[in-house]
Structures are given as structure tokens and as C-alpha cells.
């Protein structure tokens, strides 16, 4: 783990305007920020340099891409998770696959182009795995990450790393 990055409420309203958009004009950022652009161009550049901002990412638009169903798969299983990732893979957009603890050993985050073609992934990896439980749960509307509700500023942590 590196080395722990504070950031002042500047910084923090600077990377919130990034956040919602990366292509954000510097001048815009410094008027919302009551400095000038040199200085938001300074600031960036030191969170750069921090290892903080580390590049952009783009939120396409699912639906355009004929992807109308974003949904979770929540599976309990003893064994074959390479492989019902691999099919999970080859037969929607799989987005992250996650092996974990707690209620589900692998998770799954997918698109698919309608309800039924997911149904048939799920009936699949039932029928196929031997999966004890599925779980699959269907966002309504395109997902987003709502950045702006991350409180950026660290908690401070005793020394036994608890808050």
C-alpha cells in the first residue's frame, strides 16, 4: 500500500469536476475553484505527480451499443468458477467477474441484449455447473457511478489502522 495522499477542498472540488468530466476546460475548473489557471493546471499536475489522478475513463452508452439489460449474478458454488466465467464471458458483455466471501463465491457484473437472452446464461450456468443459487439482480436504467457522492478527504485511522 503507498503512501497515503492528503488533499485540501480544493483539490477535492477540483478532482469532483474531473470526475463528472475529465474534459472539463481548465478555465471553467479555475473559475468554479476562485483561482486561476495556472494554478488548477499546478494543482493537477501535483496530483499527477501524487499518483492521485492517474488518467480517464469514458462511460459509454449501453444502449447505443444494443445492450439493454445491466444486471449482477450472484452464484454459490463449490468448484468450476474459470470456466463459468468463461461462459459467462463468451455469451454476454461480461464487465467484472469477482471471486469472493460472504453470500456468493463468484459474482459476476454483465450486459446483455434483453431479459431472455440473460435468462439463458442463468438457466445455463444452473443446468451446466451445477451451481447451488443464482442470484440475479437487474439495474433499471444504465448504470453509473455516482463519484460525487465519494467523500475524497481520508478518515483519520488509530494505529491499528481503524477508523
Known amino acids: ?31 468554479e475553484c476562485n483561482l486561476s489557471s495556472v494554478s488548477v493546471l499546478n494543482r493537477i499536475k501535483r496530483m499527477k505527480t501524487q499518483g492521485l489522478i492517474t488518467g480517464a475513463a469514458l462511460s459509454p452508452n449501453l444502449f447505443a451499443l444494443g445492450l439493454q439489460i445491466a444486471a449482477t449474478i450472484g452464484m454459490e458454488t463449490d468448484s468450476h468458477e474459470e470456466e463459468i466465467i468463461k461462459f459467462i464471458d463468451e455469451n454476454t ?22 431479459l431472455a437472452a440473460l435468462d439463458k446464461v442463468v438457466f445455463e450456468i444452473r443446468r451446466r455447473f451445477g451451481v447451488r443459487k443464482v442470484t440475479v439482480n437487474v439495474w433499471s436504467g444504465q448504470p453509473h457511478l455516482a463519484y460525487e457522492n465519494i467523500d475524497l478527504q481520508p478518515t483519520e485511522c488509530n494505529k491499528n489502522g481503524q477508523t
Do not use: C, W
Not at 477540483?14 to 479555475?30: E, H, V
Open 93 to 114: 458483455k461480461l464487465i467484472e467477474p469477482s471471486t469472493s466471501f460472504g453470500t456468493y463465491d463468484l459474482t459476476a457484473f454483465v450486459l446483455a441484449e434483453n
Open 1 to 31: 500500500m503507498g503512501t497515503r495522499v492528503h488533499i485540501d477542498d480544493i483539490d477535492q472540488k477540483i478532482l469532483n469536476i474531473l470526475i463528472k468530466d475529465a474534459r472539463t476546460r481548465l478555465k471553467d475548473i479555475a473559475k
